[in-house]
């Protein structure tokens, strides 16, 4: 089962769709996004796909936002909402219906980013925390052939689409398995999401650098590699490495 979100944006301007998607679409968390163009259609996506979030313009003709939500709060397990619109006015409405957040149009990176930190901790309040899992080797494949390696040797892991590449001081090898699968398998065992994509053993770091941009980056000589850390994950990076 992927950990990612499948996402429902419903809103009955088509501009406002495409803006959302694509900055729903640079969020790691993000799998498959659907759309629709009002409430009508956007109940026969939530039959048909069961998203796990919704994205839900209030204003629309017909069927409002609000009426919409009131209806799927009787599913038994209801798609958790975030309400996006233009008139602040509703987000007292908005609450009252349990949503997570209320994100003002035109929306901005920032604030949407703090609308999908609150939906992870809605999703993660929805079942039990999963018992931690002591990974001692990792199933690779290079040049056609399949071994296993101590997840001891691992210095970096960058995605590449539904794939992964392991970085060893051996070389490199590929995963069958996403990034994000594999932030959740090893985090117990001293791994950091340091970018969307890249994950690092954070006991191959031995020095970080600011690039030009302002940016972090972490050195890791076992390897003599340099690994980005995003903006949104420096704060996180840096108290790990005891910088803050």
Known sequence: MSDQWNVLIVDDEPPIRAELRYLLSQDERIGTIFEAGGATEAVERILASRPDVLFLDIQMPGTSGIKLAETLSNLKTPPVVVFVTAFAEYAASAFELDAVDYVLKPVETGRLEKALDKVSTAMAARGPAPRAERVMRLSVERGGKRAFIPVSDIVYIEAKADYSSVVTAAGSYLVNESISSLERRLASQGFLRVHRS???????????????????????????????????????????????
């Open 198 to 244: 890249y994950l690092v053993n954070l006991d191959d770091v031995h020095d970080v650098e600011v690039s030009r941009s302002g940016l972090l980056e972490l050195k890791v000589e076992r390897v003599g590699a340099t690994v980005p850390v995003s903006r949104r994950r420096t704060a996180e990076v840096k108290e790990r490495l005891g910088l803050s």
